[in-house]
């Protein structure tokens, strides 16, 4: 079982920067494949950003690249993901989620392959 907890959200003014942390719980922590989505009020979840369980490879949507970067520590069981050049589009809560075993490169940003959510932390960009 894997426990997911985020931090790191708040209210910012477009162009500015945040930076979303999730403490994850679970001795096999740097075998997960690791996940960022979104959900915006109205919208469904969608994929932001993924990492291999050794950090060498990175998917971002397209809607994120050049913006925000995904980051993990298997050392501290944390991940990361740093926002910078904030939209107002990007208002949405911020979920961190973990893939215990099973998902593909080409499935990362399937929201069905993840096994454990955290609860979510509420990003707000204001114009």
């Known amino acids: 079982q894997v426990q997911l907890v985020e931090s790191g959200g708040g209210l910012v003014q477009a162009g500015g920067s945040l930076r979303l942390s999730c403490a994850a719980s679970?001795?096999?922590?740097?075998?997960?494949?690791m996940g960022w989505f979104r959900q915006a009020p109205g919208k469904e979840r969608e994929f932001v950003a993924a990492?291999?369980?050794?950090?060498?490879?990175?998917a971002y949507a397209d809607s994120v690249k050049g913006r925000f970067t995904i980051s993990r520590d298997n050392a501290k069981n944390t991940v990361a993901l740093q926002m910078n050049s904030l939209k107002p589009e990007d208002t949405a809560v911020y979920y961190c989620?973990?893939?215990?075993?099973?998902?593909?490169?080409?499935?990362?940003?399937?929201?069905?392959?993840?096994?454990?959510w955290g609860q979510g932390t509420q990003v707000t960009v204001s114009s």
């Open positions: 989620a973990a893939d215990g075993g099973g998902a593909t490169y080409s499935t990362w940003p399937e929201a069905y392959e993840y096994d454990y």
């Open positions: 679970g001795r096999t922590f740097s075998r997960y494949v």
């Open positions: 990492m291999s369980w050794s950090g060498g490879r990175t």
